[in-house]
């Protein structure tokens, strides 16, 4: 991890402006699964941002997915960190009719015309500093693309380690209660801490995305007092935006279909 503070900067204006489907705009009824190149340009046909996740292929490329594992999503078992991009790219998500992408596919569809905020998933498991292949892959597919994007890990070593290789690209954290009870990778003084958000310095991040459901916290309040962006996960429905807008400038929603300012 760097010494110093990288350079911090600031969220473009889009994404505080329009809201932001979560894992793309998904509906299984649909055969729309969760980041898929459907449900992002199901996304960008309604003129949503998007959010999505990114998981490392066996052979070092960054490929869009939520989970660790491939059991939930695809017909297949294994981790998918065992399997080649090529593999996974014959590998068709349930409920759908597309495969595993690779983020570079991806950045080819969306070209640039809604925002793309992207979680990169911790890799070493336990929020440790063991972290870097990701990222530079991540680095690697943005090489050359030009459209806003934004950088969140909830390990912040991952946001750390992509802002030096991309200090141009605003980078944010991922962050929540940290209750041990759900988080049962982590010790629990593990969690103290990054309940604390203590690295946001370090990181120059220039937001959070923060749990709906713990907008409350004095820690949020004090970030967003001195310039934080808020962006908050997972809204759910108009009465739970409401409420996280009280906080937050803006949210990451699924499950229905928000308004999108003028």
């Known amino acids: 991890m760097t010494a110093d503070p990288l350079p911090r900067v ?52 960054a490929m869009v997915f939520h989970d660790e594992r491939l059991t939930r999503l695809t017909q297949h078992t294994g981790w998918l960190r065992e399997r080649t991009a090529a593999e996974l790219g014959t590998m068709l998500l349930k409920g759908g009719t597309d495969e595993i992408s690779t983020f570079a596919k991806l950045l080819e569809v969306v070209a640039g015309r809604v925002p793309l905020l992207v979680e990169i998933k911790d890799q070493s498991r336990a929020s440790s500093e063991d972290v870097g292949e990701l990222e530079k892959a991540t680095a690697a597919a943005l090489d050359g693309y030009d459209g806003p994007v934004a950088i969140m890990s909830f390990n912040p070593a991952s946001v750390i380690a992509f802002g030096e290789l991309r200090p141009d690209l605003p980078r944010g954290i991922i962050t929540c ?32 995305s923060h749990q709906r459901s713990d907008l409350g916290r004095a820690r949020v309040a004090e970030l967003k007092a001195a310039g934080a962006s808020i962006l908050t996960w997972t809204v759910r429905n108009p009465e739970e935006e409401e409420e996280a807008r009280r906080v937050a400038d803006n949210v990451t929603f699924e499950d229905y279909l928000p308004a999108i300012p003028a």
């Open 177 to 208: 209660s940290y209750d041990p009870d759900e988080w049962d990778k982590l010790s629990p003084e593990t969690c103290a801490r990054l309940r604390a958000i203590p690295d946001y310095e370090a990181a120059g991040a220039s937001f959070i």
């Open 10 to 61: 600031a969220l473009p204006a889009d994404f505080l402006r329009i809201p932001i489907a979560h894992r793309g705009l998904h509906d299984m009824a649909e055969g729309r699964v969760e980041n898929s190149l459907s449900a992002a340009r199901a996304a960008m046909v309604a003129g949503y941002g998007i959010e999505l996740d990114l998981q490392l292929s066996a052979d070092g490329q």
